[in-house]
């Protein structure tokens, strides 16, 4: 259990190692993060910290939400998300989060955003099935084929792969290494891909897995990157 934080995509580039090596990365924006409410094992039967982020203006939120910022004399947030902490007597209500003080170079983590939407598609685009013979004489090129039984069941079984809406859902992204963090420009960089469109928000959090053995074994192949980015002198 470990804190975590909202954050804004922002796009994808690469950076460079001192070897000429090219690393793909997802550049991620993090905006100003406070503490909005503590949650203790006495009090409230587990431990977490609530963040928030987003700040907006009072005509946004609703009253329920504007009553409970005001109460703990936070800043209006329009995003509150609570992080399980094994340690929540370490913070305090108001007190800022800064990226630097979460992530480093080097860490693993998840990040959970929302899928591109991709509207409605067939079962071959949404399913990736392989179809039937592209051959003369088939009729049945991109079809389905056999959804159901005969008699019994004599109905379509539910969660059935069939064409429907692509996209738009919750997706977690599993143990991505942290190449570099940028607290002046408050932006941390990922290796490879996350969910998402630009300007989509995210959710990164320390990886769920990262103490796996298979995960380590990883991290020992890769933890070069974070040690050999090519910076510039200016």
């Known amino acids: 259990m470990s804190m975590g934080l909202f954050g804004i995509k922002l796009g994808m580039t690469r950076v460079f190692l001192k070897d000429g090596t090219v690393v793909p990365v997802t550049a991620i924006k993090v905006p100003k ?32 939400e504007i009553g409970h910022l005001k109460k703990v004399g936070a800043i209006l947030v329009k995003r509150l998300k609570e992080f399980r902490v094994d340690n929540p007597q370490d913070y305090q209500v108001g007190q800022e989060i800064k990226l630097e003080d979460v992530f480093k170079p080097g860490d693993l983590v998840d990040v959970v955003g929302i899928s591109k939407g991709r509207g409605f598609a067939g079962a071959m685009k949404r399913w990736d099935f392989g ?20 008699t019994d069941p004599g109905r379509v079984w539910k969660g059935k792969r069939m064409a429907g809406h692509w996209g738009a859902e919750k997706i977690r992204v599993q143990s991505l290494l942290v190449v570099d963090v940028l607290p002046d420009k ?42 050999n980015i090519l910076r510039s002198e200016a």
Request: no cysteine; net charge positive; charged share 30%.
């Open 186 to 227: 408050g932006v941390m960089l990922v290796k490879g891909s996350v969910p998402g469109h630009p300007k989509g928000i995210l959710i990164i959090e320390k990886s769920k897995i990262a103490n796996r053995r298979s995960q380590r074994l990883k991290l020992n192949r890769i933890k070069h990157i974070p040690e």
């Open 33 to 64: 993060h406070i503490v909005t409410a503590i949650r203790t094992l006495e009090k409230d039967g587990y431990n977490a910290v609530q963040l928030g982020a987003f700040e907006v203006k009072e005509k946004k939120l609703t009253k329920p």
């Open 131 to 150: 179809g039937f013979p592209r051959s003369h004489g088939h009729r049945y090129h991109r079809a389905v084929g056999s959804i159901g039984q005969r």
